[in-house]
Nanobody
Framework: QVQMQESGPGLVKPSQTLSLTCTVS??????????WSWIRQPPGKGLEWMGV???????YYNPSLKSRTSISRDTSKNQFSLQLSSVTPEDTAVYYC?????????WGQGTQVTVSS
């Protein structure tokens, strides 16, 4: 079973870049048919898909966030990361990493990120 753990700062100042890492165990981020995503949930709102990196390293982003979002991976550490630039208080949310493969989905526990000065 794939397990994932998000990590990163819980507080980011406006205009800075939010950086989070998802550490994966029980599966390889380069394994076939995996899709590694970042999802977020602002307070009082629904889930928002931010983007995905596939097993072969291709990335796809939510068009509404594309200009500020970058997803990358470190295969030596079996991790993938999220960077969101020019953050505002509206980027305050619980951020989740998620993996889908052949009909199965696994989620990290989520990490709260607050954007505030």
């Amino acid at each position: 079973q794939v397990q994932m753990q998000e990590s990163g700062p819980g507080l980011v100042k406006p205009s800075q870049t939010l950086s989070l890492t998802c550490t994966v165990s029980g599966g390889s981020i380069t394994g076939n048919y995996y899709a590694w995503s970042w999802i977020r949930q602002p307070p009082g709102k629904g889930l928002e898909w931010m983007g995905v990196i596939s097993s072969d390293g291709n990335t796809y982003y939510n068009p509404s966030l594309k200009s500020r979002t970058s997803i990358s991976r470190d295969t030596s550490k079996n991790q993938f990361s999220l960077q969101l630039s020019s953050v505002t208080p509206e980027d305050t949310a619980v951020y989740y990493c998620k993996v889908s493969r052949l009909g199965k989905t696994y989620w990290g526990q989520g990490t709260q990120v607050t954007v505030s000065s």
